[in-house]
C-alpha cells in the first residue's frame, strides 16, 4: 500500500462532517489540524473537473478545523471546510495578506463567514463571505517565497 493511499485511508477528517454555508451568517471557525489539502473542483452533475477559461483546472481546498460546534453529543468538534467558491477563496486570500502570512497552516487559526449574496454580471447571485486568519506561532517559511516575502496569492487577483 502506498504513503498517498494509507494517509487518505486513515486521515481523521474522513470521519468529520462537511460544514455547510446555506443562511447568511453561518460561520465557522477553529485551528487547522490537519495539513490543508487541494484538488480539482468538478462540475456540478459529473465528476468531471472543473475547467477555468485559462484552460487549468479550478482548484479547492479542503481544510479540517478543530471548532467548539458540534452537530450532536457524539461528535468531537472537528469539522471538514471546503474552499471552493471565488468569493470564498478572495476573502481566504484576504485575509493571508492581513496576517502577512503565505499560506494556511497546521496550528493556524480561520474563520469563515457567510455574509449575504452578491449579484454577479451575469445578472445571478453568488455567496460573499469575509474570513479572519491567525498564523500558528513560530516561523512563517518566508524564506521559500523569495527576498520580498510576496505569497503565492499575487498572480490571483
Same mark, same amino acid.
Given at each position: 500500500?502506498?504513503?498517498?493511499?494509507?494517509?487518505?485511508?486513515?486521515?481523521?477528517?474522513?470521519?468529520?462532517?462537511?460544514?455547510?454555508?446555506?443562511?447568511?451568517?453561518?460561520?465557522?471557525?477553529?485551528?487547522? $489540524?490537519?495539513?490543508? &489539502? *487541494?484538488?480539482?473542483?468538478?462540475?456540478?452533475?459529473?465528476?468531471?473537473? !472543473?475547467?477555468? !477559461?485559462?484552460? !487549468?483546472?479550478?482548484?479547492?481546498?479542503?481544510? *479540517?478545523?478543530?471548532?467548539?460546534?458540534?452537530?450532536?453529543?457524539?461528535?468531537?468538534? !472537528?469539522? &471538514? $471546510?471546503?474552499?471552493?467558491?471565488?468569493?470564498?477563496?478572495?476573502?481566504?486570500? &484576504?485575509?493571508?495578506?492581513?496576517?502577512?502570512?503565505? *499560506?494556511?497552516?497546521?496550528?493556524?487559526?480561520?474563520?469563515?463567514?457567510? *455574509? +449575504?449574496?452578491?449579484?454577479?454580471?451575469?445578472?445571478?447571485?453568488?455567496?460573499?463571505?469575509?474570513?479572519?486568519?491567525?498564523?500558528?506561532? +513560530?516561523?512563517?517559511?518566508?524564506?521559500?517565497?523569495?527576498?520580498? +516575502?510576496? +505569497?503565492?496569492?499575487?498572480?490571483?487577483?
Amino acid at each position: 500500500m502506498t504513503q498517498a493511499i494509507w494517509d487518505a485511508l486513515s486521515s481523521e477528517s474522513d470521519f468529520a462532517p462537511i460544514f455547510k454555508f446555506n443562511n447568511p451568517g453561518d460561520r465557522i471557525g477553529g485551528v487547522i $489540524v490537519e495539513e490543508p &489539502r *487541494t484538488f480539482p473542483l468538478t462540475e456540478y452533475g459529473s465528476r468531471e473537473p !472543473k475547467v477555468g !477559461k485559462d484552460g !487549468k483546472p479550478v482548484m479547492q481546498i479542503l481544510l *479540517t478545523l478543530a471548532t467548539e460546534v458540534t452537530a450532536d453529543e457524539n461528535h468531537d468538534g !472537528k469539522w &471538514r $471546510v471546503y474552499i471552493d467558491k471565488p468569493l470564498m477563496k478572495s476573502a481566504v486570500i &484576504r485575509a493571508l495578506k492581513a496576517a502577512g502570512a503565505p *499560506t494556511l497552516e497546521v496550528g493556524g487559526e480561520v474563520t469563515v463567514t457567510f *455574509t +449575504g449574496l452578491r449579484d454577479t454580471r451575469g445578472g445571478g447571485t453568488a455567496k460573499d463571505f469575509t474570513a479572519e486568519y491567525t498564523a500558528p506561532d +513560530g516561523p512563517l517559511g518566508f524564506g521559500e517565497l523569495g527576498e520580498t +516575502g510576496d +505569497g503565492p496569492w499575487d498572480d490571483a487577483k
